[in-house]
């Protein structure tokens, strides 16, 4: 069962759930694990994380505040995958 989350840290809402995980250390939030795997920086037997920039590279983020990997869909993209076209 999915609801509404909300870090005490931050304020931020978020979905709870499979698909997104929040940063306790940078309070960005993340679509899907390997969004969030993708924003920690490993080395030397430490954790530590970078926050994505929207700079139109490798992130973006949703109306929804939440941080994702590659280039967002087209509108025709999505009507398509709901059966819209």
Known sequence: MSGLVIH?????????GDRTGHCAACCETFYGLAAFDQH?????????????????????LDSAGRWHIGEPMSAAAVARLRGAA
């Open 8 to 16: 005490p840290k931050c304020g931020k809402r978020f979905a709870s």
């Open 40 to 60: 920690l920086i490993r080395a030397d037997h430490r954790v530590s994380c970078s926050v994505p920039t929207a700079d139109g590279g490798e992130w973006h």
